[in-house]
């Protein structure tokens, strides 16, 4: 399974940005699709998931502004990130996880957010 994250660059805050990521491979049973990011110099934290059934999950602190959605047909994953802030600067990943509990994580993007 290879993931291929897509979308992420330099924007002004206040900007928008929406990244996605697709799945290929041997992909025919993907359960959860997630989003990560990982800020310079701190851990890896949750951003937001989204089940094969379309339920989401947001991050607390990035509801309202943050909103996951999937393309189930194409194998893809997005992020819609609006009104960023310099604190949204990170590497973004995603997460597949499949009805057998394997987990795949894609390599990153890198966001950037200039104030």
């Known amino acids: 399974v290879q993931l291929q994250a897509f979308g992420g660059g330099l924007v002004q805050a206040g900007g928008s940005l929406r990244l996605s990521c697709s799945a290929s491979?041997?992909?025919?049973?993907?359960?959860?699709m997630d989003w990560y990011r990982q800020a310079p110099g701190k851990q890896r934290e949750f951003v937001a998931s989204?089940?094969?059934?379309?339920?989401?999950l947001h991050a607390n602190s990035l509801k309202g502004r943050f909103t996951i959605s999937r393309d189930s047909a194409r194998d893809t994953v997005y992020l819609q990130m609006n009104n960023l802030k310099p604190e949204d600067t990170a590497v973004y990943y995603c997460?597949?996880?499949?009805?057998?509990?394997?987990?795949?994580w894609g390599k990153g993007t890198l966001v950037t957010v200039s104030s």
């Open positions: 491979g041997s992909v025919s049973s993907i359960s959860d």
């Open positions: 997460r597949v996880s499949f009805h057998d509990g394997v987990r795949y």
């Open positions: 989204i089940t094969d059934d379309g339920s989401t």
